[in-house]
């Protein structure tokens, strides 16, 4: 189980998530998944970049680094669509589309990931 918060704004991001660090897992992703509820997420590495292809449904997306910083974030990121590759990024994080706006979550911010 997954659980991410965070720190900077003092909210829970994701509750109930999955991590995605095989090949075929990371290939999968969320593609068949047809609705994300809130605190649901998959956290994808290693990853730098994604797309939505496949998808049904729009999701929210943070990219974040080696020390739990996000380096990018891509709100609302429709299907059919690629994300742009962040370089400093070592995994993604997507999660229900309206997560961003809802927590206030910025470009900055630190996240404690928890795997359990």
Not at 12 to 35: C, E, M, N, P
Not at 87 to 93: D, E, Q, S, T, Y
Request: with cysteine; charged share 25%.
């Amino acid at each position: 189980m997954l659980h991410v918060h965070n720190a900077t704004r003092n909210v829970t991001l994701v509750d109930q998530g999955q991590v995605a660090d095989s090949y075929f897992k990371r290939l999968k992703g969320l593609i068949g998944v047809r609705h994300l509820d809130p605190g649901d997420g998959l956290l994808i590495k290693p990853c730098k970049d994604i797309h939505t292809h496949f998808m049904s449904m729009p999701i929210d997306v943070l990219y974040v680094d080696a020390n739990n910083r996000v380096v990018g974030i891509d709100p609302e990121l429709k299907t059919w669509r690629f994300g742009r590759r962040r370089g400093k990024a070592r995994f993604v994080i997507e999660m229900p589309s309206g997560t961003v706006a809802r927590t206030g979550s910025m470009i900055g911010d630190e996240l404690i990931v928890t795997v359990s």
